[in-house]
């Protein structure tokens, strides 16, 4: 699980780049002012014991990789992402 990326800085108003190509999210703000974000409001990892939570903490996947549970995934990948 990915705690301290700049999207956990994203305030309301803040401009997102999503590039499905590149499978990238980016915040649009500043060095500057991502470095006085987290200053600020520093990101704890969460924890559980049990239970969904421990599951989803565990499991589920980063955006670039699909946001899910990583053993719903495919064993092999074949072929590419439909298009038009």
Known sequence: ???????AHVHN?????LSVKNREISLLI???ELA?????N?????TAERGYKKLFL?????????????FLRAAKMVG???RK
């Open 80 to 82: 590419k992402t439909p």
């Open 13 to 17: 108003g803040d401009r997102i780049r």
């Open 42 to 46: 520093p990101i704890t990892s969460p």
């Open 58 to 70: 565990d499991t589920v996947t980063q955006a670039d990789q699909g946001v899910d549970f990583d």
């Open 36 to 40: 006085k974000r987290a200053k600020e």
């Open 1 to 7: 699980m990915q705690i301290n990326s700049p999207l």
């Open 30 to 32: 500043s060095d500057e």
